[in-house]
């Protein structure tokens, strides 16, 4: 084992969200991982979550990046640009250029970096014609950008498992449970690192829902979830505001046992 300590930067998809311990706080695959490499490397491993859900790209550089660098982890996890290319004020040549950047500057400390390639969820949200060519140019971005600069790809798009809608929570965004499940299980591959099998298994798809049903529960979802979110945008909010980082500083990890 020759990470002894992991830092992982981001936004909702690194936070955890939709990924719950007992407590009502959220664990996602960035803990599943730290459990895993904890159980490897022994009671000194530390790790550190610094990603903040609704944190756009300029906000994760801003904020978590030179935090991340000042810890000097042996391991760095980076996925940013997923909520910028739900915006209007999207700027590809911008976000690429930096996404280089930032990648370089974490890889110049001598850490290993994860990066990812989003998984394609605009199957079943509003906006795809809009929003699936800005996902693309991201992830080209992500797969070029890890080759330049030696960093670690997990590759999430490329995987079709995830067109299973029983990987994504009721908000049709964030991962559910197996979700991130699976993405652990991906990461530590990608790592070299063994997993419980269990994480890479997925649950059935769903029976097709008849038409009436699917509408029924589109207006739901709409109600539920797009209109906060459109809510937001408007009044130049973020579902962030208000929250700071789970495990701001690197220490040793203790985790809970393992999920189901």
């Given amino acids: 084992m020759r990470w002894r300590s992991y830092v992982a930067v981001g936004d909702s998809f690194t936070e955890g969200l939709d990924d719950a311990y007992p407590d009502g706080s959220f664990r996602g695959w960035a803990d599943l991982v730290a459990t895993r490499l904890a159980a490897e490397a022994g009671p000194d491993f530390a790790y550190a979550n610094l990603a903040i859900r609704g944190r756009t ?38 976000l690429v250029s930096r996404f280089d950047e930032v990648v370089g500057r974490l890889r110049s400390r001598g850490a290993d ?10 199957a079943r949200l509003p906006g ?15 797969g070029e950008t890890a080759e330049r600069h030696g960093a670690i790809l997990v590759d999430l798009y490329a995987d079709d498992t995830y067109l299973n809608p029983m990987l994504w929570s009721t908000d049709r965004l964030h991962l559910s449970p197996a979700g991130h499940r699976r993405v652990a299980g991906q ?8 997993c419980d099998e269990e994480w890479l298994l997925v649950p059935p798809n769903p029976e097709p829902t008849p038409w009436l049903s699917a509408r029924t529960a589109d207006l739901r979802w709409a109600g539920q979830h797009l209109a906060p979110w459109l809510k937001r945008r408007l009044t130049g909010r973020s579902s962030g505001d208000t929250r700071t980082a789970k495990r701001p500083t690197l220490t040793p990890f203790h985790p809970l046992p393992p999920p189901r």
């Fill in 113 to 122: 970096v994860l990066l990812f390639r989003f998984a394609d969820v605009m």
């Fill in 187 to 194: 990461v530590l591959t990608a790592l070299g690192v063994g």
């Fill in 128 to 142: 795809q014609r809009l929003i699936a060519p800005r996902v693309a140019l991201l992830n080209r971005a992500v």
């Fill in 57 to 94: 790209f300029p906000g994760v550089v801003a904020e978590q990046v030179p935090a991340a660098l000042a810890m000097k982890p042996d391991l760095i996890s980076f996925a940013a640009g997923g909520n910028d290319v739900l915006r209007r004020s999207f700027d590809p040549d911008t």
